[in-house]
């Protein structure tokens, strides 16, 4: 059974960090790339960060790039995003995503983790 499931979220206020990170199981992690999405109240879900099969390849939202940072752990199967300098705009529900190739309906996603930037 694939699972996805994230942990890291919580409160922080504006320029504060949080990591967050998705462990996985039932599927060969190594054999994906791996996302990382965010949803905020009233808007589509938007990907904020991808990562390559072994960790090479990195590619960000033009909104976060040089304060998130994704990085992945093969023997652990387990993926992150370490989040720098945030700001309230950053406030959503963030989800783990691992694409199948067969379309958006079909990938792999985690239950999402609530984060909000307020003071």
């Known amino acids: 059974q694939v699972q996805l499931v994230e942990s890291g979220g919580g409160l922080v206020q504006p320029g504060g960090s949080l990591r967050l990170s998705c462990a996985t199981s039932?599927?060969?992690?190594?054999?994906?790339?791996m996302r990382w999405y965010r949803q905020a109240s009233g808007k589509e879900r938007e990907l904020v960060a991808h990562i390559s099969r072994f960790g090479g390849i990195t590619n960000y939202a033009d909104t976060v790039k040089s304060r998130f940072t994704i990085s992945r752990d093969n023997v652990k199967n387990t993926v992150y995003l370490q989040m720098n300098s945030l700001k309230p705009e950053n406030t959503a529900v963030y989800y783990c995503?691992?694409?199948?190739?067969?379309?958006?309906?079909?990938?792999?996603w985690g239950q999402g983790t609530q984060i909000t930037v307020s003071s």
């Open positions: 995503n691992a694409p199948t190739g067969m379309g958006y309906n079909y990938d792999y």
């Open positions: 039932g599927f060969t992690f190594s054999d994906y790339i």
